[in-house]
């Protein structure tokens, strides 16, 4: 974190997450934001001019408001924000997707209204000045990395329209992702590809960073935990390491990634990665090769193991699914260790896994059981290292009693119970629906707890939460609102498929003296703990939770103003006829 203060006692912090900056405003005193219509956010990256940060949101009539000629009516310097807080993350509107990497020089400056409710000049003796660092996170040697998700979003309507494809038609399992996906409003077609570049953001890079480590270097190997698995680019590259016999896969095989009739139309739905692992059999050379199983109920996992010589060296984790929705629909995280004791143990899960579960095969209680009895469930994992993060690891499945412990720990911590835990709670967790469990019911409930600061969102948190401003009470969105009619100047946003929430995160006492990240693959959920292959990491250091609080801050916020024009009466504002063009227009291509 950075800090600046200048001027009408007017303060500014910078806090710095996975490529993006959360900046911070406050006025000591109550009469120095009397009259105030707003901030005006300048940024200057590395070795490129400034620029003012845009916003959407603009004064009815411009022209009673001071105005900065050749400056685009989106920028600060002429439509202030009017909120306490902003985060940027750099790239699309003025450096495209390719962003500088760097020291960033952000100068905040308060804007006033005069007297007639005109707002003035921009009076540079008031601003504060902070420069930080921004790019992808890395700590030691853990790297982070979150897909954009957002494609209910204005960002995703104006890059690439509000009925994008994402998959062309026929949705076949290979596909040449360089080929044209649409046309954007502005008439600039767009590939497959770009839109998975924009969706991935720093996960999709992690991601491939590892896949591409592993394939241009023929000492290499890669051992594989796969959920859903259908993303085109990331099968390419597992069927060429097959065909050279250097990679192993445990693929998930619960009914929803099997060949099945659909219980509803008796229709025969081919599952991508029964296709998948045909293709993979008849082409790789051993020791290539794919184990499917599930333990009780599901193989859930989503690492990459990569080894040398028999010696694991890098591993990456986390909730992102090798799949389209899981990189290009979903809100996710992944972590990237650089530690050989860090993949180490997930290369010692991965042997252990692969034997029981070629032992006893497909779902199989058998399986979860013998699982729960090793010492990689019993017994979590700790580790620090210099350049490592004090933190532990369990895998999953545990037993019964093992998981109620695991969880009923994190629940204490939620609430605050816990020694020395300050009373804070961020979190993005899928679906805190269908389950009894300690840490659902706590999330679920938290938002009301007036001692425990609390700011959440799930995809069905059973209801949605919204807190007037200044309410003691925290607060809980729903992550999957239905049909928005947003009004003017916003255009309309697309309803994407599937979860848009699927992290399962939870940062805990940011502020005090040992904050904490629970996140990794696991659901958080009893059922899940105690019947799904899953890694529940605990990490303890200040970055990391900032990095991760700065995630939900924008989930929350993002969805917070979504749920407020959710299933829209017939008064709300129609669609604007701009939008409604660019929609025709995408129907008619």
């Known amino acids: 974190m950075a800090s600046a203060k200048k001027g009408r006692s007017f303060s500014l912090k910078a806090y710095v997450g996975d490529n993006k900056t959360l900046l911070a405003f406050n006025f000591v005193s109550q009469a120095d934001a009397a009259n105030l219509a707003g901030f005006t956010i300048e940024c200057k990256p590395p070795g490129q001019p400034s620029y003012y940060l845009f916003n959407e949101l603009q004064f009815p009539d411009p022209s009673k408001h001071f105005q900065v000629a050749g400056q685009d009516p989106k920028a600060t310097i002429n439509a202030p924000i009017q909120k306490y807080r902003w985060i940027h993350v750099p790239g699309s509107n003025h450096q495209g997707v390719n962003s500088a990497v760097g020291t960033y020089t952000y100068t905040v400056t308060p804007r006033y209204f005069d007297a007639n409710q005109s707002m003035q000049a921009l009076d540079s003796s008031l601003s504060a000045q902070v420069s930080v660092a921004v790019g992808p996170f ?35 399992l290979l596909y040449d992702t360089s080929q044209k996906a649409g046309t954007n409003p502005a008439g600039q077609s767009f590939t497959f590809a770009d839109e998975y570049v924009w969706m991935g953001a720093t996960a999709r890079q992690q991601i491939f960073a590892i896949l591409n480590a592993v394939l241009n270097d023929p000492n290499l190997q890669l051992d594989v935990f796969a959920y859903d698995l259908n993303e085109p680019d990331i099968l390419n590259v597992l069927l060429t390491l097959g065909k050279a016999g250097r990679v192993r896969i445990i693929l998930d095989n619960a009914q929803l990634h099997v060949t099945h009739k659909d219980s509803k139309t008796g229709k025969t739905i081919v599952a ?147 020694a020395g835990a300050p009373g804070s709670v961020l979190f993005a967790v899928m679906q805190l629906t269908g389950s009894k469990t300690p840490v659902y019911d706590t999330l679920t409930q938290i938002y009301q707890n007036k001692s425990v600061y609390s700011y959440g969102i799930s995809d069905a948190p059973g209801g949605t939460h919204l807190y007037a401003p200044g309410s003691p009470t925290g607060v809980l969105v729903s992550g999957k609102p239905g049909k ?101 227009a995408k129907k008619g291509k």
């Open 138 to 172: 890395r700590k030691g040697s853990l790297a982070l990395g979150f897909t954009r998700g957002y494609m209910q979003s204005e960002a995703f309507a104006h890059h690439f329209g509000d009925s994008a494809l994402l998959q062309p038609a026929n949705k076949p």
């Open 272 to 418: 991508p990665e029964d296709t998948f692992t045909a293709l993979f059999n008849k082409q790789a050379k051993a020791p290539a090769e794919i184990v499917r199983g599930s333990f009780a109920r599901y193989s859930h996992d989503k690492v990459l193991i990569i080894s040398k010589q028999g010696k694991a060296t890098q591993v990456l984790t986390g909730s992102t699914n090798f799949s389209v929705t899981g990189l290009y629909v979903n809100a996710n995280h992944v972590l990237v260790f650089d530690d050989a004791n860090v993949a180490g143990e997930y290369e010692k899960v991965f042997e252990q896994s692969w034997q029981i579960l070629k032992q006893f095969g497909k779902t199989s209680v058998k399986a979860a059981n013998a699982f729960s009895a090793t010492p990689f469930a019993k017994n979590p994992y700790t580790y620090q290292a210099a350049s490592v993060p004090r933190m532990s690891i369990t895998f999953s499945p545990h037993t019964p009693a093992d998981a109620k412990v695991i969880l009923g720990d994190i629940s204490s911590r939620i609430t605050g119970q816990a």
């Open 484 to 584: 928005t009619t947003l009004p003017p100047p916003f255009d309309q946003v697309p309803i994407p498929p599937g979860h848009e929430i699927h992290d399962k995160f939870v940062v805990c006492g940011l502020n005090g003296n040992d904050p904490v990240v629970y996140c990794g693959s696991s659901n958080l959920a009893s059922g899940g703990e105690a019947a799904n292959g899953d890694n529940l990491l605990q990490i303890h250091d200040a970055d990391v939770a900032t990095a991760f609080a700065i995630e939900a801050l924008l989930l929350v916020d993002h969805y917070n103003f979504l749920d407020r024009y959710e299933n829209a009466k017939k008064s709300a504002p129609k669609p604007s006829k701009k939008s409604s063009k660019k929609k025709a």
